[in-house]
């Protein structure tokens, strides 16, 4: 019985050693290059030759994004809320009557809270009214007529009347972005066949593309309204400029 233990018990470590050594011989994966999961056999990770294109375009832009609201301080917050949606009530229909669609207002801020001063001689915080403050954010398609609303909506809203800022857009980019992409890629071709020139190898196919887009619209223009200018103020000059539409693409070529 003792002889038939053992041989069952060597029996059963040999088996286990074999399985072992047989995990063993099965090949781990091999960590893949960031940006490349997945698409690149780990045996062509450091090879071919890696260059990154560039493709700009500049346009001139067709949408201007105007952000307008009203802020108004009071005593009590009924005061200050009530003020504060007379004057909005008025900027909003001034937006439509210079041809800004429903569709294209959108509100993007309002607050509440209470103002206070600090007594300098004790210290302490004296609560002395509420401010109210409503914007919203205005998409002005007809371009050349950005001056004229601005000029409407400081018009409806009077002295509680802020303009917080203006950018400009485009309202479809894909047709730029598609020319952008066809001058990133011949960049890049013209590098990787340049860098192949250099080496003295024939430049193969692509067989890794990335693309990064950026997108890069002309500053945003402050023209915030502290306090009001006695008088009739004149007409605001306003220059939309051009943007840049850019496209990268990283790519991957083999050498033949």
Known sequence: MKKKLWLVTGVLLIAITLVVSGCE???SPSPQTPGVTGLLPGSQQNTGIWVTGEGKVMVTPDVAVLTVGVEVQESTVTQAQNKASAA??????GL???GVADKDIQ??????????NTNRDTGQEILVGYRVTNTVTAKI???????????????????????????????DPAPY???ARKLAMADAQSRAKQ??????VKLGRPIYINESLGYYPPPIIQIATAAPVPGPAPSVPISAGEVQVTINVQTVYTIQ
Not at 88 to 93: G, I, L, Q, S, T
Not at 107 to 116: H, L
Not at 195 to 200: K, Q, R
């Open 88 to 93: 909005m009530n008025a900027v909003v229909p």
């Open 195 to 200: 860098l192949a020139d250099s080496a003295g």
């Open 177 to 179: 972005e598609t020319q």
């Open 141 to 171: 398609r007809q371009i050349y007529n950005t001056a004229a609303v601005i000029d409407a909506v400081v018009r409806a809203g009077g002295d509680f009347t802020r303009i917080n800022s203006i950018s400009f857009t485009l309202d």
């Open 107 to 116: 509100t993007r801020q309002f607050s509440v809270y209470p103002v206070r």
């Open 25 to 27: 011989g099965i090949p």
């Open 96 to 98: 439509k009557a210079n």
